[in-house]
């Protein structure tokens, strides 16, 4: 955590993830998107005839679906090696082109729905039942739900045109905050008294110090910066919103809310269903925070506060193979083939370790159909990174799984379900440390993690979607986000979530800025879905631990599934009905109980 990152060339080769096994190298690649410049007049070609027969239709299709998949696997290794070094400019102009042929692509293909919803649905109904076409039902019946939302074919032209420019207000806010702004952050001393450089990587470990000076000097180096920045943020921020609206206009939806919620088939009901939920439950977190405020006898709990544990405890640091083997434990529930495909994985490049200089921050999962799952990093020994590790693993092994036993077109889940087998490899891995440790010390330090995963995953994400929705409907009513509105408006939210120990006055009212480092709020309603795949997570991994019969088949049947289903049929098929409340109410249930037993297990100590 202390010095400065190497640069990128200088990180051992053991320490990447195997983008070679992807192309070669960037000359291969070249040639590969090259071949490409031809896609757009080829699939021209079928304009007109998706009419002609069911089988005329198929040919089409298979051509689509084959230029889509050259295409995310030429902008897979493009986006990879930019985001080892954001700085780079060969990779960064990759990707650029890589963004443009596929929109260029897109373009090409922008009359395939609008011929596709002009058959006779009385007609498609048949060609769906014949040979031909039968493996594509599915995929095609999703689509014919878009009619209402399908336009002529020149408009859908012109929305597939516009999607280059539409995407520059998110690049604008990756390199701001990945780039430019990190280059300009302070210098400050760490616990060890050794002179460290603020990164996005390190702001939150080193939040998480017990020493106070270290928590704030943190918080106010990387907030001040962050506050220099605000017009600009809040340009970029109104610009991805004014695109959003755009978007949900042009396709005749009543908000963006509804036209993010109509891809996943979930109504805006659920939405605000969350939101009550969590209001109702506010009262649980409130009185936590307080006990945490007393815990650490604080006269005044800070932003700065709110990652630190609220139990004398420290962790030990974990080397990089010690995370992987305590995944790997973790996750024996789920079966030996579950663990030895994930032990490949590891083995085999799957995962780019440390930061660098330049290094995309925080992690994610990626990939594609044709090649392994990829996990991008910033490993930095702290059990948080050691849990992070485990969280984007269950990513990539449901991508897998999903790989291996779907066809191309129904491989790739749905966003709704798309944080349920990270959660749950978390909460799996929660349970595992509670019960090897006789450490009531460690064990209060878990349960009281436990707490921050809920006050992080549901609440804290469940205000951010409170958030999105309300600078949305802003805009929509004809207002603009300016840096006032914005740092007013997401001040009000935090103290609404959490209550009256939180400080808020002051060098803490920095925090009113935070809405411009979260890059959720560029991904068009993204953030409820972790809210909904904990609480799918709570009740998934309580039924394989508890060894309910059937339930790690189910499981693993909803990894295996893909596209294959609606989303909450493939939920609901592994037994978690989020159309009902239950799954929500089961989290918060779960929340409940661990605050109490954190509660009795401090009291004795």
């Known amino acids: 955590m202390s010095g400065q990152p190497p640069r990128r060339d200088q990180v051992a080769a053991g320490d990447r993830w195997s983008v070679e096994a992807v192309f070669r190298s960037d000359e291969e690649w070249e040639m590969a998107f090259r071949a490409t410049e031809g896609y757009g007049r080829v699939f021209a070609a079928w304009a007109g005839r998706l009419g002609e027969s069911p089988e005329t239709l198929a040919h089409a299709v298979s051509e689509m679906l084959a230029q889509r998949r050259v295409l995310e696997k030429l902008g897979l290794y493009a986006s990879m090696r930019q985001d080892e070094d954001l700085s780079n400019a060969l990779h960064s102009s990759m990707d650029d082109r890589c963004t443009a042929r596929r929109n260029e692509v897109a373009t090409a293909h922008s009359f395939f729905m609008p011929e596709l919803l002009s058959i006779d649905p009385a007609v498609m109904s048949e060609w769906l039942r014949t040979p031909a076409l039968e493996g ?20 859908e032209k012109l929305l597939a045109m516009s999607g280059d420019a539409l995407q ?56 001040r910066e962050l506050t220099g920045n605000l017009n600009t943020s809040a340009a970029l921020l109104n610009g991805q919103v004014k695109s959003h609206i755009f978007m949900a206009r042009a396709r005749r939806h009543a908000s963006a809310l509804e036209a993010s919620l109509f891809d996943d088939l979930v109504s805006t009901g659920v939405y605000e269903a969350l939101i009550a939920a969590v209001h109702g439950r506010l009262p649980v977190m409130h009185g936590y925070y307080a006990a945490k405020k007393a815990a650490l006898g604080l006269g005044t709990l800070s932003p700065c506060d709110l990652y630190l544990p609220a139990v004398e405890y420290s962790p030990r640091r974990y080397s990089y ?46 990939g594609c159909a044709d090649s392994m799952p990829y996990i991008l990093h910033n490993f930095s020994g702290t059990l948080d990174s050691v849990f992070t590790l485990a969280h984007e693993a ?57 707490v921050n995963d809920f006050r992080t995953t549901v609440f804290r994400q469940t205000m951010f979607a409170e958030f999105e929705w309300l600078i949305h409907r ?53 953030v409820y879905k972790y809210a909904t795949g904990l609480s799918s997570a ?51 249930d779960f929340l409940e109980e661990t605050v109490r037993r954190f509660g009795e297990l401090t009291a004795r100590n």
């Open 136 to 155: 594509y039902s599915s995929w095609l019946g999703e689509m014919l739900r878009y009619r209402p939302h399908t336009l002529s074919e020149p408009e």
């Open 394 to 450: 269950g990513h990539s092994m449901h991508s897998l799984l999903s790989w291996r036993h779907q066809p191309y077109h129904s491989s790739d889940y749905r966003i709704l379900v798309a944080e349920v087998a990270s959660t749950t490899n978390e909460m799996l891995l929660a349970d595992m440390l509670m019960k090897k440790t006789d450490d009531d010390g460690m064990k209060a330090f878990l349960l009281d993690r436990l």
């Open 168 to 223: 520059g207000f998110h690049a604008g806010f990756g390199k701001l905050s990945n780039v430019d702004m990190p280059a300009r952050l302070p210098e400050i001393t760490d616990a060890e008294g050794r002179p460290t450089r603020l990164t996005n990587s390190n702001l939150v470990p080193l939040m998480e110090e017990r020493d106070p000076k270290v928590r704030r000097a943190a918080f106010d180096g990387y907030y």
């Open 538 to 588: 709570v009740a998934l991994s309580r039924r394989i631990l508890e060894g309910r019969p059937g339930a790690l088949e189910a499981y693993l049947g909803f990894l295996s599934a893909g596209s294959s289903k609606r989303p909450l049929d493939i939920l609901r098929d592994a037994g978690v009905d989020l159309e009902t409340p239950a799954p929500v109410n089961e989290a918060l």
């Open 474 to 526: 802003e805009v929509e009513e004809g207002g603009a986000l300016t840096p006032e509105f914005l740092n007013s408006r997401y001040l009000e939210l935090v103290g609404l979530y959490h209550g009256e120990a939180l400080n808020t006055s002051g060098d803490d009212a920095l925090i009113a800025a935070e809405w411009a480092r979260i890059p959720h709020f560029y991904y068009d309603f993204y």
């Open 321 to 366: 193979d010690e995370a992987v083997e305590m995944t790997l434990e973790a996750v024996r529930p789920l079966g030996g083939r579950y663990v030895a495909d994930l032990s490949e994985g590891f083995r085999s490049g799957w995962v780019d370790r440390y930061e660098n200089v330049g290094k995309r921050s925080g992690a994610y999962s990626t």
